[in-house]
């Protein structure tokens, strides 16, 4: 991306969708390990917090290239 303008307002996008993913992560993580000392089965808990994990990553690294 040559235009300075774009290349921030496409940061920003991915720092705001960032955002909701950590704050989705960190919200998961917490209410399972609640479940789990509850003695509650989480694998599918688990399974989703893991997918999330993958898209904050791609995320990430999308951001790195783009600055770079």
Do not use: C, H, K, T
């Given at each position: 991306?040559?235009n300075?303008?774009?290349?921030?307002s496409?940061?920003?996008?991915?720092?705001?969708?960032?955002?909701?993913l950590?704050r989705?992560?960190?919200?998961?993580?917490?209410r399972i390990?609640?479940a789990?000392?509850?003695?509650?089965?989480?694998?599918?808990?688990?399974?989703?917090?893991i997918d999330?994990?993958?898209?904050?990553?791609?995320?990430?690294?999308e951001?790195?290239r783009?600055?770079?």
């Amino acid at each position: 991306m040559s235009n300075p303008d774009n290349l921030a307002s496409r940061l920003a996008r991915i720092d705001d969708r960032r955002e909701v993913l950590r704050r989705r992560l960190d919200d998961g993580y917490d209410r399972i390990e609640l479940a789990l000392s509850d003695g509650q089965d989480v694998s599918q808990w688990e399974s989703f917090w893991i997918d999330l994990l993958r898209q904050y990553e791609s995320l990430s690294e999308e951001r790195l290239r783009d600055a770079a």
